[in-house]
Structures are given as C-alpha cells and as structure tokens.
C-alpha cells in the first residue's frame, strides 16, 4: 500500500462514517418513533432522567398549543398499536414498544420489549480492533455493560494515536440489548451514554 493510499484511509472512512452516522441518527430520532408498537401501559409513563412518554400529551400554554400536543399524542399512540401487531407477526410473541423524550428533545430512547429470548446483539456485524484500519476509535463500538450489550455510534472515526476529543467522547446514539426472564429489552436513543441506557433497561426487566 503507497503513502498516499494509506494516508487517505481515514479520510474515507470518516466520511463513509458521517454518512451512516448520519443516517442513524436519522432513524433514531424520526423513522423509528414513528415503527414503534406494542401497548403503552405495557411500559411506564416515564423513564429515569426525565425521560416522558411521547403519547401523553404534556400541558401547553395554550389551547392551540394543546391541540397540537394531543394530536401528536393520539397518532403516537395509533402508530405504535399498528407497529406492534406487525412485531408481533414478525416474532410470533408479544411486543411493546414506546417512546421517551426529555423537556428539551436533546435525550430521547425508544424501548421494545419482545417475549422472546435474547440473542447475540451484532447490528454492525462482528467488532474488530480498529488499528487493522488505521483507527484508534472506529465510527462503532460494542460494549459490555452490566448484563447488557451497547453498539454506540460516533460522528467521525479518530485516527490512530490521535487522542479522543474531549467534545467527541460520548456517543451521538446508541442501541442496547438486555436479555432477562426470556424476554428482549432494546434501547434505542441519543443524548444517553451506556451506562444509563442499561440502567434503564435493568429497571425495566426487575
């Protein structure tokens, strides 16, 4: 490999990584509230961190304002029943599916809980050291936390024995998976990091 093929590495695979980051974060924050299903009263109102259920309309200042909120509230609510009988048909086995946002929409996770038993959790393929790409920190990662698995997606890869900028240390989203009592419990969302993703989960499956 010449200099200049090896030295163009990472730029290539920053911008193919930016691209699916982007596309991620894409679905994340706008396909997948709206593929969500299952029944609301299966999952709680609200989650830890502020966390609120997007089908319950929250109080506005005014009836205009109102309105709006709790047609959001009502379609949220519809597409998430559809959305669930289609999961259910996919898996064979009961599905629940809701969606979270804080106050200011910069924290939002979208759960689903399917009785079925967990299997290996690999959305990106299997992980390898980046070094085999020039990286010090690829554009995903798979992690281990408590008894759950987190794929955690960053905007732009770091090359090799670059330190990770402080601004790009926590991911933009992430997906993780928690087995318990033969059922799946999945976290998909951005503006939380790992640790508080399973947390979530672990609450969810006592």
């Known amino acids: 490999m010449t200099d200049s093929a090896r030295g163009s590495r990472p730029f290539v695979l920053g911008l ?6 982007l596309a991620l974060l894409f679905a994340f924050t706008v396909l997948l509230p709206k593929s969500g299903g299952g029944e609301p009263d299966a999952l ?3 989650l830890p961190g502020g966390l609120r259920a997007s089908d319950v309309a929250r109080d506005q200042d005014s009836a205009e304002q109102q309105g709006r909120a709790e047609d959001f509230a009502e379609r949220q609510r519809g597409v ?5 009988e289609q999961l259910e048909e996919l898996f064979d086995a009961p599905a629940a599916v809701r969606t979270y ?3 200011q929409f910069q924290r939002q996770a979208t759960i689903t809980v399917v009785e079925t038993g967990a299997g290996p959790f690999l959305p990106n393929g299997p ?4 070094a085999f790409v020039d990286l010090e920190r690829n554009v995903s990662d798979l992690v281990k936390v408590g008894d759950g698995v987190c794929a955690l ?5 770091v090359p090799e024995g670059q330190d990770v900028p402080a601004d790009q240390d926590q991911p933009q989203a992430l997906q993780c998976q928690l087995g318990a009592d033969g059922a799946t419990y999945q976290l ?7 640790d508080e993703a399973v947390e979530i989960l672990e609450g969810l499956a006592d």
Not at 16 to 21: K, L, Q, T
Not at 188 to 194: E, P, T
């Open 16 to 21: 193919v990584g930016g691209i699916v980051v």
């Open 44 to 46: 709680p109102d609200s």
């Open 80 to 84: 998430n029943e559809s959305g669930a």
């Open 101 to 103: 946002q804080d106050e």
């Open 127 to 130: 992980p390898f050291d980046p």
């Open 153 to 157: 997606y960053y905007q732009q890869p």
């Open 188 to 194: 998909f969302g951005r503006g939380l990091d790992a």
